[in-house]
């Protein structure tokens, strides 16, 4: 198995071994910057998943805020191992677009331990959000996955090139209980592919 079949597979953050290769790569150009700026924080941020895109990534999947295992692995990855995780890994990989176009990260980036989402977390969401995009110069667009993340809306600049779409969240209840909504965020996500111009069924 090479690498890039590593970066693939389902809940493949459960091993501690591909959890610090994954350290390893933080330093890598299309990552480093986006770590330089949020770990120097004095938040309980996770890291990104350098087998995302980085600052080279033109789609961002923004969600709420990270959950309970980033807490053992240290990152927010569709590698995670959680439903919510997995749910995401399938379908981007489905609606065929390459990990390399994508980042994902979520509306209140640090760790809440299952508080609710203050006025003073959106306050500051937004600053670690308008940095974000500054560092992410290719961005064309962004996905909102549920409620929350669909407050970041109002902070997205108005401009031709940048795109905004919203769906509900891919997390587990919300897809047992609402199984529509697994339809909604593929199609969105067929949208986003059909924005950026990618082929269909494109998997790598």
């Known amino acids: 198995m090479n ?3 590593k970066c693939n597979q389902p809940y493949a953050l459960l091993k501690e071994e591909e959890q ?10 299309h990552i480093s910057p986006l770590e330089s700026y949020f770990q120097n924080l004095d938040r309980d941020i996770p890291h990104f998943d350098p087998c995302d895109g980085g600052i080279n990534a033109r789609l961002l999947l923004l969600l709420q805020d990270p959950g309970p295992k980033v807490r053992t692995t240290g990152f927010i990855s569709r590698n995670n191992p959680d439903l919510t995780a997995l749910n995401v890994l399938n379908l981007i990989s489905n609606a065929g ?3 390399r176009e994508t980042l994902l990260w979520n509306f209140v980036p640090w760790h809440l331990d299952g508080k609710a989402i203050r006025k ?18 290719n961005l064309r667009v962004i996905l909102l996955f549920g409620f929350e993340a669909q407050k970041a809306r109002l902070w997205v600049p108005t401009q031709p ?4 779409l919203a769906s509900g969240h891919p997390g587990e209840r919300n897809m047992r209980s609402r ?3 697994w339809m909604e965020i593929f199609e969105r996500l067929i949208e986003a592919r059909d924005l950026l111009n990618l082929p ?4 790598d």
Request: charged content about 35%; aromatic content about 4%.
């Open 120 to 137: 003073s977390h959106e306050t500051e969401a937004e600053i670690l959000f308008r940095a974000l995009l500054r560092l992410c110069p």
């Open 20 to 29: 610090r290769r994954r350290l390893e790569m933080l330093n890598h150009p």
């Open 200 to 203: 269909e069924n494109r998997n």
């Open 3 to 5: 690498d890039c079949d």
């Open 179 to 181: 199984t529509w909504e």
């Open 161 to 164: 090139r940048m795109h905004t």
């Open 97 to 99: 677009i390459p990990r």
